[in-house]
């Protein structure tokens, strides 16, 4: 009962996660689940990949966005939306908004990667330049929001997001019913709040772990000191993992992710290089770390290790380059 | 009735095609269909991607390996397989006869493809080295086969294999029941006589296409001079489609296969690219060929093009070496 009734003080749960599954099915892919003998075999657990790299955009990114443009009343709709980043929310937003045939101001910084900043451009998305600072880009973003009347989309912090975020539980729950546990890779939270809230009220008895770089490990030490702690600076190759916990995501990160696993970037590249040999999977450092997770020793190590026998990763995006992929693989 | 009574000269049909898919079902991955709007938006056609290379092994093989290898009697089976193979037969027919606990022995050409040649040592096949040559690789299974008693079983040439791959096609046209097409790449002919053999069956109005390098063309020289063709030699980046159509092959790709699609490495190249920037797969250079086929001038050109709307590919495999890949995208 109490459980029950706290649920619903967090930014979105089984309800809206539903309801965004129905609002965003026509427009995303259903991406399949992939296993691999081999990799369960190295990892001594069943392993279950459903693979969001697949998703349009390449990456999860476009269910959160897709269900907060779609949740648009008509009249704000048409003003547009806004967002900065630098990142696969920016080409997610850019797409959504262009099926639904609004513009789409997004705010990039000068240091953004070319080929990002060109996602964007593909999908129809307004850039708008500023300097590299979170504060130019802030600043930046609303003096767009006051110009435009647009609606801001912040990547994570925003029921929306974390609700289209969280259908993904619903798909792998449906595709593979008899997972004990779901390893999901954190920054911001949106994405780990929403599979953590879809997953528990389907599976109360599911357990959500995150997996995170050593060297942008707020969130670990965010559920050590039971309150948010940001970090002056990161540092690891997973660019889409540097984002701090915002104080929607928090409050589900605080309460239904069971733990955190921190790994090295030294792993996550293992991980990459082991979905692409085996998987044959393009996998992003962001994307591959669930697995990094799984194969790592503090995860092994781990009380509960043993009860984990099914074992969903959630590969969430494939934009790598492959330069940049050959060469982490080399060194 | 001319027509029933033709296709069961066949080595394979649509019956032996669904026993085999009850056979092997336990064993192998039912492989998702991906679709992407970016590649169906550059092609002009919707494009329907069966993804082969996420099947065990890497590739389709594997399907009519297994069906070749649960078909044998246990008498014959427990003397275990033989077959020469620079590819992805080799590491499918290990790993099927692991499954079924017998021992498989592959001749390799000292030439083979370091990953592939992995795959067969990790799936526990018995590797023996021959000399590249076409000739050192049969005389070196015949002396193998006399020793053990093992049953050979060849890439392509073989009933049961023809059979085991025809089960593509009884998956594709229930993923996607309105493909009007399907582009199967050709190299000795197994894979596209199985494809053809069973959606010819379902759908009689459906078009085969076959995807050939145009610096291993003997399927289109064959077709055109209506009987098998040989070439001096072959020269392509695509390892896997160098083999010659066989005597069981052959009169399927005759009667069937309704054009050949010659397409040059600079366009296999690019679909490999486009495969990993956009769908995120990795697809060797025989996987990526249909794409590239699809893509080609000669294909625009094709009297039917314009019929082609909804175009199935097959995604043969993805055994690629990443430093490879990255190599031939500099080029």
């Not at 997972?179 to 959500?208: E, Q, Y």
Request: proline fraction near 4%; charge should be neutral; hydrophobic fraction near 40%.
């Amino acid at each position: 009962m109490e459980e029950a009734s706290r649920i619903k003080k967090y930014a979105a749960d089984i309800t809206s996660i539903r309801e965004a599954q129905d609002r965003i099915k026509p427009f995303i892919h259903k991406t399949p689940v992939l296993s691999s003998e081999t990799l369960s075999s190295i990892s001594g657990r069943k392993l279950y990949f459903k693979c969001e790299c697949f998703q349009k955009g390449g990456a999860f990114k476009f269910r959160g966005a897709c269900n907060a443009i779609f949740s648009l009343a008509d009249d704000q709709a048409v003003k547009g939306v806004v967002t900065h980043s630098s990142g696969n929310h920016a080409a997610a937003l850019a797409l959504a908004a262009k099926l639904r045939g609004i513009p789409a101001y997004i705010v990039i910084p000068r240091n953004a990667p070319k080929c990002k900043v060109e996602n964007v451009l593909r999908y129809g998305g307004q850039v708008i330049w500023s300097e590299a600072t979170m504060q130019s880009r802030e600043s930046t973003a609303s003096k767009i929001l006051q110009e435009t009347g647009g609606v801001l989309v912040h990547p994570y912090n925003d029921g929306r997001i974390i609700s289209g975020q969280g259908t993904i539980s619903l798909e792998l729950l449906e595709q593979a019913p008899h997972l004990d546990t779901i390893i999901v890779p954190i920054s911001g939270g949106g994405l780990i709040s929403g599979v953590a809230l879809a997953a528990k009220s389907i599976n109360p008895a599911i357990r959500i772990f995150a997996a995170e770089p050593q060297g942008a490990n707020d969130a670990a030490q965010s559920k050590a000191a039971a309150r948010i702690i940001t970090l002056p600076e990161t540092n690891t190759i997973a660019d889409g993992l540097r984002a701090f916990l915002g104080d929607l995501t928090w409050p589900v990160v605080r309460d239904l992710v069971d733990d955190v696993i921190n790994v090295e970037d030294t792993e996550i590249i293992q991980a990459m290089k082991l979905c692409y040999e085996i998987l044959k999977v393009a996998v992003e450092p962001s994307g591959a770390i669930g697995l990094a997770a799984v194969l790592s020793d503090s995860f092994r190590k781990n009380p509960v290790w043993n009860d984990c026998k099914h074992i969903g990763i959630i590969l969430s995006g494939g934009n790598v380059d492959l330069g940049m992929l050959w060469d982490s693989f080399r060194k």
